[in-house]
């Protein structure tokens, strides 16, 4: 078996965040869980500039499982979606697609509750694309572009390949590689580990 050589990779390590479960919430969903004019505290700064987790939590309700503290992210979004991994659909009785953030067409809805009131989503629960979230001129150095796939190595006991990571590119970005608790889990990664883009 060929091992792999330096020149096989991008000359860049990429850092990993791992993503729990969580929700995105529009305005008038955050009005119903909290109360209208409600306003989200930060709870801690994430990795990519002006996103933060809100001390706000809420529950998810699924046809057979419920999920508690689910926590709400910011800033507010036109939409609101809920990220999940599989293990939580399992627990839920969800079978949601992958898909990228914001792309909701025919994915299951769900039911969340908070302090304030109740709402019934009719869609938004997913299992998140895996990505890359890169500088824009990062991007340019290694000849990639927004919405390009790419393979992903990761090294160690559990090594792998990730196929079909997504490289979304802005100037306000900065370089992290996002999967969900099941991806990180199967691959023994945790937050701020390194892996390697494989060269196209």
Known sequence: MRLFQAEDFLPVEVPVGVSGRHIHLCREDLDALFGRGYELTVYRELSQPGEFAARETVTIVGPRGVLEGVRVLGPLRPYSQVEIAMTDGF??????????????????????????????????????????????????????????????????????????????????????????????????????????????
Do not use: C
């Open 91 to 200: 627990r839920l009785g969800l079978k949601p697609p992958v898909r990228e953030s914001g792309d909701l067409a025919d994915t299951p809805g769900i039911a969340v509750v908070g302090p304030a009131g109740a709402i019934n989503l009719p869609r938004g629960v997913i299992l998140a694309a895996r990505h890359i979230h890169m500088e824009e001129d990062r991007a340019k150095a290694l000849h990639l572009h927004d919405d390009q796939l790419v393979r992903v190595w990761v090294p160690g006991i559990r090594g792998m390949i990730l196929d079909n990571v997504i490289i979304r590119t802005s100037p306000h970005y900065r370089l992290e590689l996002h999967l969900d608790t099941d991806e990180a889990n199967a691959a023994l990664l945790s937050g701020g580990d390194k892996v390697k883009i494989l060269r196209p």
